[in-house]
């Protein structure tokens, strides 16, 4: 499932790929959704809540994985 902090990162890297500079409500909407890594450039940050978000999908399907074998 896409979250709205999956999607602000999307936005955000697809403008610095862009060579264009992220709108600063979604850099504000990252450091806000993410405290701890405020301090991050925008771009690491964003691939920090992918990452994120990356990992949670995988130990959901983990946990799938699990319940049905058992």
Request: with cysteine; aromatic share 2%; glycine share 2%.
């Amino acid at each position: 499932m896409t979250t709205a902090k999956t999607i602000v990162a999307v936005r955000v890297l697809t403008a610095i790929n862009n060579k264009q500079h992220p709108e600063e409500r979604d850099v504000f909407l990252l450091r806000a959704y993410c405290p701890d890594q405020r301090d991050l450039a925008p771009d690491e940050l964003a691939c920090a809540v992918i990452q994120e978000a990356m990992e949670r999908r995988q130990e959901a399907r983990n946990g799938r994985a699990l319940s049905q074998n058992a």
